[in-house]
């Protein structure tokens, strides 16, 4: 069975730090896209960061731009955000993800990625 697990959230200050790790399960991923998204209660699911199957090219949403690095390492079948700077509206659900998907302009949209994780908790207090 395919399982994508998330770890590495939890709860953290205003302007401190945070790495997030998406280690598959099943199969390797070394070939797919893979991505962040996350979703604040009463919200819906929003993209955050997604990176290309060799790690060539990034994509970040504007809010988390300069603050979040996503990157990876295909050796170890694993992913990663470094979340650095964080606010209180950085607190959601995070969730990673995972496709063969090539078309980038498509990477924000929840309904392009196949594999999901269960998340992963992030708080951030003020």
């Known amino acids: 069975q395919v399982q994508l697990v998330e770890s590495g959230g939890g709860t953290v200050q205003a302007g401190g730090s945070l790495r997030l790790s998406c280690a598959p399960s099943g199969r390797t991923f070394s070939r797919d896209a893979m991505g962040w998204f996350r979703q604040a209660p009463g919200k819906e699911r929003e993209f955050v960061a997604a990176i290309s199957w060799n790690g060539g090219a990034t994509y970040y949403a504007g809010s988390v731009k300069g603050r979040f690095t996503i990157s990876r390492d295909n050796a170890k079948n694993t992913m990663y955000l470094q979340m650095n700077i964080l606010k209180p509206e950085d607190t959601a659900v995070y969730y990673c993800?995972?496709?063969?998907?090539?078309?980038?302009?498509?990477?924000?949209?929840?309904?392009?990625?196949?594999?999901w994780g269960q998340g992963t908790q992030v708080t951030v207090s003020s």
């Open positions: 993800a995972a496709d063969p998907i090539t078309n980038s302009g498509r990477y924000s949209q929840t309904g392009s990625w196949s594999y």
